[in-house]
């Protein structure tokens, strides 16, 4: 069946840390890929996307992102993580079937110690 | 700030009532979804409506339906409503469908459902 998976449940790392969250997607054909985080009692703000171009994504507040597309993979990175940072990430992705929804990995969890 | 705007911000409700949610899109947006976060489904793809018609169903129940008003803004309508709908309902909108042109999905802050 066509997914999304976010191996990691639970993250915890102390400031200044380096993060890595996977994402690896089953879905066919071209795909629009997306990271999301969701701080505690916010809603979804978008972290980054990728449509097409060069496979490594900048996002806002110091994530990358990116693309391998023989791994089926768009792993989310920061070189160095903060106590704000923590917060629920979640990756989606567009299968571009001709609808233009998104289908959610279950989040990754993240806890930055200070 | 998304611009996407939901209504109520959090609603208590009994079981087998029947509750409606509100979404304004962005301004400009002619799309809008509909997904819903529960603890145990995680974040679900419900419906998307593109300029007040139907365009893709998701895990959406029978008890549950939608619709996108000539004004853009979309009603999500629960019913018969059970213990396990209790749940975080977001709403999102984008510009257009997709399909390769890299319309940006914007969420609102959700609605909080629950259901005693």
């Known amino acids: 069946a066509q997914s999304v998976s976010q191996h990691n449940h639970h993250v915890i790392l102390s400031e200044a840390a380096s993060l890595e969250l996977g994402c690896n997607y089953s879905?066919?054909?071209?795909?629009?890929l997306f990271w999301y985080v969701q701080y505690p009692g916010q809603h979804l703000q978008l972290l980054l996307k990728?449509?097409?171009?060069?496979?490594l994504v900048k996002g806002i507040k110091g994530f990358e992102a990116e693309f391998i597309k023989s791994k089926f993979s768009f792993n989310l990175r920061k070189p160095s993580v903060q106590w704000s940072d923590t917060a629920e990430y979640f990756c989606?992705?567009?299968?571009?079937?001709?609808?233009?929804?998104?289908?959610f990995g279950t989040g990754t969890r993240l806890t930055v110690i200070p | 700030d998304s611009g996407v705007t939901q209504t109520p911000k959090h609603l208590i409700t009994a079981t087998g009532q029947r509750v409606t949610l509100r979404c304004s899109p962005r301004?400009?947006?002619?799309?809008v979804y509909w997904y819903q976060q529960s603890l145990d489904q995680g974040l679900q793809f419900l419906i998307h409506?593109?300029?007040?018609?139907?365009?893709a169903k998701g895990n959406i129940l029978e008890r549950f339906s939608a619709q996108q008003f000539p004004d853009l803004h979309s009603e999500l309508n629960l019913s018969s409503l059970e213990l396990g709908d209790s749940a975080l309902y977001f709403c999102?909108?984008?510009?257009?469908?997709?399909?390769?042109?890299?319309?940006?999905?914007?969420f609102g802050e959700g609605s909080w459902l629950t259901v005693v």
């Open positions: 409506y593109y300029n007040g018609e139907e365009r």
């Open positions: 301004s400009g947006d002619l799309s």
């Open positions: 990728y449509f097409s171009g060069d496979p």
């Open positions: 989606a992705v567009n299968p571009q079937t001709g609808a233009n929804n998104l289908f």
């Open positions: 999102a909108s984008s510009v257009g469908l997709g399909e390769g042109l890299g319309n940006t999905i914007y």
């Open positions: 879905y066919g054909g071209t795909v629009n």
